[in-house]
């Protein structure tokens, strides 16, 4: 018994925590919650002044960095908004997030973008404007002229090489979040990484495990 006991303790405390913060980097979200954004790199001035992400978002206090799937919508830093949509669609253009952007990134999230990329550096506003610029270019978005000045032209050809066609189309956890304002109004749509639909399995499979040692241990 005293055995059972021991191995419940350690699975539960395998288990709980890994199923609820996921992945490394990866946030709990839900539709009707409030988000409020601020700038990480600066704007510049006009008239060619930049435009794109990396914003850092937060929701209950986590705060994580994301980027802009859509052209043509614009955010209010420190305003309050609500995520009124969770999913692989962008709504203003309808467009479907792409493999390669989940691809970028899930491993800019997860921290090993630079790995895969050496020339990417993190904290690096050229290169996390890059990131951007890529993200846009995977959506099939035409980037702006006046954006260009702010890419790292090497850096933006490797993240939009073919050597990435296809890559990321087994990832599930990324999704695209959209803004809207407190008339419901759209502004903007947003990456994120949520915890993966495995882990909650797992973690339900794990609470099973525990409840059948419970079970046993009452019957002896």
């Given amino acids: 018994m005293r055995r059972k006991r021991t191995w419940g303790v350690f699975l539960a405390a395998i288990l709980i925590p890994f199923a609820l913060f996921g992945p490394a980097q990866a946030t709990p979200l839900a539709v009707g919650e409030a988000i409020t954004f601020a700038d990480?790199?600066?704007r510049g001035t006009a008239p060619?002044?930049?435009?794109?992400?990396?914003?850092?978002a937060t929701v209950n206090g986590a705060s994580f960095a994301t980027f802009?799937?859509?052209?043509?919508?614009?955010l209010t830093f420190g305003t309050a908004y609500t995520i009124g949509g969770m999913g692989p669609v962008t709504v203003a253009s309808g467009k479907t997030l792409s493999p390669e952007v989940k691809f970028l990134y899930y491993n800019y999230r997860t921290g090993n973008l630079d790995d895969l990329f050496p020339a990417f550096s993190y904290n690096d506003a050229r290169d996390e404007r890059t990131l951007q610029g890529a993200i846009w270019?995977?959506?099939g978005w035409t980037v702006p002229a006046g954006q260009l000045g702010y890419f790292d032209d090497v850096l933006y050809a490797s993240l939009t090489g073919d050597a990435l066609k296809g890559?990321?189309?087994d990832i599930d956890n990324v999704v695209i979040l959209n803004i809207i304002d407190s008339k419901r109004n759209n502004r903007q749509d947003v990456l994120a990484m949520v915890p993966e639909p495995a882990t909650f399995l797992l973690l339900g499979l794990g609470l099973f495990g525990l409840s059948t040692l419970g079970r046993r241990k009452i019957r002896k």
Avoid: A, F, Q, R
């Fill in 167 to 169: 890559l990321g189309s």
């Fill in 40 to 42: 990480i790199h600066g």
């Fill in 48 to 56: 060619t002044y930049y435009i794109g992400g990396p914003y850092k």
């Fill in 68 to 74: 802009c799937v859509e052209l043509d919508e614009t």
């Fill in 137 to 139: 270019k995977w959506m």
